[in-house]
């Protein structure tokens, strides 16, 4: 009975394995020849895959589901379109805005991004300092033709206008509150409408809003130039642009 008792307490056949036997599950699902702890016929669920269920299908071992509440990506924001016309200029109302009738067919009235010029046009309000010479600038590259009718020196009139290219900026608003269409004035050589009268300085810089626009850097020093050679309203009128006269 003694050695009876010995025999049964035995260890299991010398073949037997443990998972730290093999690389991975896989391999000692192949074999089986360890121990199924929890019965459920997938040997060392610890080990790492490749992984095997045994009936040739992977068997994802080990791995964390992802949690329910995982915060969602935050949607980044659409950056707001940017818009281009072409068309030809009808007007030159003063040294910051103009009309242009479109390929499209309407005539829009168009509030150059970026800069501010004299007034000549409100109201009820006198002309301001330079605000004749703005428009004839704005003239002068606007039309081939620009002529001065009353004889005072500076182009008021054209019939021939330049075929542009509107653009807007799409880090301001499309229209102003006057529903004027803002953008920069391109001429069909690359000439820009707004460096032409900064240049000769007859605006001074313009932030719709207190935004900043993406052409910020180049009108300043443009602005800055013109202050420096004392041209346009800085000579004339000490770059008071609204001064009334």
Known sequence: MVFAGIAFLAPASSSAATCADYDNQAEAQKNKDTRDADGDGIYCEALPCPCSNGNGK??????????????????????????????????????????????????????????????????????????????????????????????????????????????TDNSIAKTDALRRLLAYVYGSDGSSLQRTILQAGWADTYYYRNKDFKKWSIYESDMESARESQSGAFGLCGGEFHLQT
């Open 58 to 167: 992977k068997k994802s071992v080990g791995k964390k589901k992802k949690a329910k509440n995982k915060k969602k990506k935050k949607k980044k924001k659409k950056a707001k379109r940017t818009y281009t016309y072409r068309g030809y200029v009808t007007e030159v109302v003063d040294g910051d805005t103009i009309k242009v009738e479109l390929d499209s067919g309407p005539t829009v009235t168009v509030r150059l991004i970026g800069i501010d010029a004299p007034e000549s046009v409100k109201l009820d309000k006198p002309v301001e300092c330079g605000a004749h010479e703005a428009r004839s600038a704005g003239v002068s590259w606007s039309f081939a033709d620009a002529s001065d009718s009353n004889g005072d020196g500076l182009h008021d009139s054209g019939t021939e206008g330049r075929r542009v290219r509107l653009v």
